[in-house]
T-cell receptor
Framework: EAQVTQNPRYLITVTGKKLTVTCSQN?????MSWYRQDPGLGLRQIYY???????DKGDVPEGYKVSRKEKRNFPLILESPSPNQTSLYFC??????????????FGEGSRLTVL | DQQVKQNSPSLSVQEGRISILNCDYT??????FLWYKKYPAEGPTFLIS?????DKNEDGRFTVFLNKSAKHLSLHIVPSQPGDSAVYFC????????????FGQGTTLQVKP
């Protein structure tokens, strides 16, 4: 089954304690991205990657890091989480190029609370 | 600067009636426009899209209309069903080579039985 898998689904942590949210896709997609969803703000892009070892900032990258060492994996790293990073996070993937008409495949989301 | 805007945070309609969700955009260079649907505790799922060279696309009960001169698109759901109750996100993509999708704020649709 084609899917994007993220873990953990739910996490409560404390300020400053490093954490990683993993994301894996099995569709051989070149493009992967992280979004955060906040009330009234919709989905905002944090980072994206167009292929292995190619990453770039989205609209709200502050406080986050990513890596793309393998095509299928795109972990989101919060080196020193702060309460304003409390949010619902989504990983997504898609094809690129002429085949891409914008259809992103999303994971089920990771709800993060930073105390 | 919000390039894609959904000005109505919520919409409530009666089962069997039409639901119309609206979206405005500012960038005339967008190539595709899409609608995503999101249920609680799930990720958004693709619903329907339209190319910037079209003005209408239909898929079953769902129709998207694009008015380029007004930079406006709308999603029509006819007839509306209680299972359509969800958050709907409008989105736009500027270039198929970058993959970047820009989302609106979302509209929560409630379809009452």
């Amino acid at each position: 089954e084609a899917q994007v898998t993220q873990n953990p689904r739910y996490l409560i942590t404390v300020t400053g304690k490093k954490l990683t949210v993993t994301c894996s896709q099995n569709m051989n997609h070149e493009y992967m991205s992280w979004y955060r969803q906040d009330p009234g703000l919709g989905l905002r892009q944090i980072y994206y990657s167009m292929n292995v070892e190619v990453t770039d900032k989205g609209d709200v990258p502050e406080g986050y890091k990513v890596s793309r060492k393998e095509k299928r994996n795109f972990p989101l790293i919060l080196e020193s989480p702060s309460p304003n990073q409390t949010s619902l996070y989504f990983c997504a993937s898609s094809l690129l190029g002429a085949q891409n008409t914008g259809e992103l495949f999303f994971g089920e989301g990771s709800r993060l609370t930073v105390l | 600067d919000q390039q894609v805007k959904q000005n109505s945070p919520s919409l409530s309609v009666q089962e069997g009636r039409i639901s119309i969700l609206n979206c405005d955009y500012t960038n005339s260079m967008f190539d595709y426009f899409l609608w995503y649907k999101k249920y609680p505790a799930e990720g958004p799922t693709f619903l329907i899209s339209i190319s910037s060279i079209k003005d209408k696309n239909e898929d079953g009960r769902f129709t998207v209309f694009l008015n380029k001169s007004a930079k406006h698109l709308s999603l029509h759901i006819v007839p509306s069903q209680p299972g359509d109750s969800a958050v709907y996100f409008c989105a736009a993509i500027g270039s198929s080579n970058t993959g970047k999708l820009i989302f609106g704020q979302g509209t929560t649709l409630q379809v009452k039985p």
